[in-house]
């Protein structure tokens, strides 16, 4: 069963929203680049980068990471899927906003912290999601997100944009929560 959790107006709405916290959050800071974690993030980060441009009147940059071979669960995967990655300069002093769909267990944001290090020390790191669903495993939490839903371990929640997936919502697929 896959029900809808955001329409595409909501979900506009709320990456709008998490685009002016990042304006706020970062008033003087011209140095702030997106980068979108592979797979699910780098459509979200190039629509926020979008956004982004509207509000400043001028180019936010914007890449992706791969973070498969910064995983803890490298061995148990077998032939794992390498995207590219993209980083858009030096990020040497500036504020980089990690984004990603979900954020779930933390881990593949420690991996993205991990693959990031690799490119430059950024004065600050920053993580945006459209959706937290819980389950934490790790300490690790989002300064902006779009929606948090409450989820079952054997759910799954996806976030599509058109960029992507030609529809834009959210939908949640497994049992339902209970009431």
């Known amino acids: 069963m896959r029900e809808p959790v955001l329409d595409a107006a909501t979900l506009q709405r709320s990456l709008q929203r998490i685009a002016h916290e990042i304006v706020e959050r970062n008033p003087d800071d011209g140095r702030v680049v997106l980068v979108g974690i592979q797979k699910g993030g780098v459509p979200v980060a190039r629509r926020l980068a979008g956004i982004l441009g509207g509000i400043l009147g001028r180019e936010v940059p914007c890449g992706a990471i791969d973070v ?8 148990r995967r077998a032939a794992p899927v390498i995207y590219p990655t993209e980083i858009p300069g030096d990020i040497n002093g500036c504020t980089v906003v990690l984004v990603d769909d979900v954020l779930f267990t933390g881990r593949t944001i420690r991996a993205a912290l991990d693959a990031l290090h690799e490119f430059g020390r950024p004065r600050r790191v920053q993580l ?8 934490r495993e790790l300490p690790i939490k989002a300064d902006f997100v779009g929606k948090n839903i409450p989820t079952r371990n054997n759910q799954t929640v996806d976030v599509c ?10 939908f949640l697929s497994g049992d339902p929560v209970a009431a």
């Open 128 to 135: 945006a999601v459209v959706v937290d669903r819980g389950h």
């Open 68 to 75: 498969t071979f910064h995983r803890d669960d490298l061995d």
């Open 161 to 170: 944009l058109s960029e992507a997936d030609g529809v834009d919502g959210v």
